[in-house]
């Protein structure tokens, strides 16, 4: 699987757009970048994939450029529910390909 | 849609006690994930079944760690003898079909040894 790169943490306002940028410079073609939300004392929770382009659902946006050796995660006026650690994944979903998880970002959301 | 559901959430053992965690996948997941998650670490897999079948397991640490899918539903993770370094939190994922990174993830089960 590809390794990626994430701020380990990230201050945000309410209200404010936050973004999260994750660096993965050994991508494949076959893989997809994934992403995932973790609330203290919950498992993580699938928030957005994409393979290219431009990707948008109601809880976040994924930006990835031509090169897709990155992707941004857009969370769009956050809230203080919104503090918790993204994980940026990267990886071929072929059957038996695990999902491999970094270290997250860490993201505080304050009033 | 009732999720993944886990027991127990709490457990706290003395080290070299065994311990045995349980998770009932969401209805129809045919691939079901343990995970195990070390305080401020990310989660890392330890085992992935298909149905009734391993997957992978390769980073279950064998001589300590086991697991079972009996009937291709519910899974049990049983650890024996436990060590200090065991203490963390034991996750549990499904997804519809194998290799999906788009997994279902359940409340986990923390464990303490002491």
């Known amino acids: 699987l590809a390794k990626t790169t994430q701020p380990i943490s990230m201050d945000s306002y309410e209200g404010q757009e936050v973004n999260i940028t994750c660096s993965h410079n050994?991508?494949?073609?076959?893989?997809?970048i994934t992403w995932y939300q973790q609330f203290p004392s919950q498992g993580p929770r699938f928030i957005i994939q994409?393979?290219?382009t431009k990707v948008t659902n109601e809880v976040a946006s994924l930006f990835i450029p031509a090169d897709r050796k990155s992707s941004t995660l857009s969370l769009p006026r956050v809230s203080l529910s919104d503090t918790a650690v993204y994980y940026c994944?990267?990886?071929?979903?072929?059957?038996?390909?695990?999902?491999?998880f970094g270290g997250g970002t860490r993201l505080m959301v304050k009033p | 849609e009732a999720g993944v559901a886990q027991s127990p959430r709490y457990k706290i053992i003395e080290k070299r006690q065994s311990v045995a965690f349980w998770c009932n996948p969401i209805?129809?997941?045919?691939?079901l994930y343990w995970y195990q998650q070390i305080l401020g670490q990310g989660p890392k897999l330890l085992i992935q079944?298909?149905?009734?079948?391993?997957?992978?397991d390769s980073q279950l640490p064998k001589d300590r760690f086991s697991a079972e899918r009996l009937k291709g539903v519910d899974s049990t993770l049983k650890i024996q003898p436990a060590k200090l370094e065991d203490s963390a939190v034991y996750l549990c994922?499904?997804?519809?079909?194998?290799?999906?990174?788009?997994?279902?993830f359940g409340p986990g089960t923390r464990l303490t040894v002491t």
């Open positions: 994922a499904s997804s519809p079909r194998t290799g999906s990174h788009e997994q279902y």
């Open positions: 994944l990267v990886g071929d979903q072929g059957a038996g390909n695990m999902l491999t």
């Open positions: 050994n991508i494949a073609t076959n893989d997809y």
């Open positions: 209805s129809g997941h045919a691939t």
């Open positions: 079944f298909q149905n009734n079948g391993v997957v992978d």
């Open positions: 994409g393979y290219k």
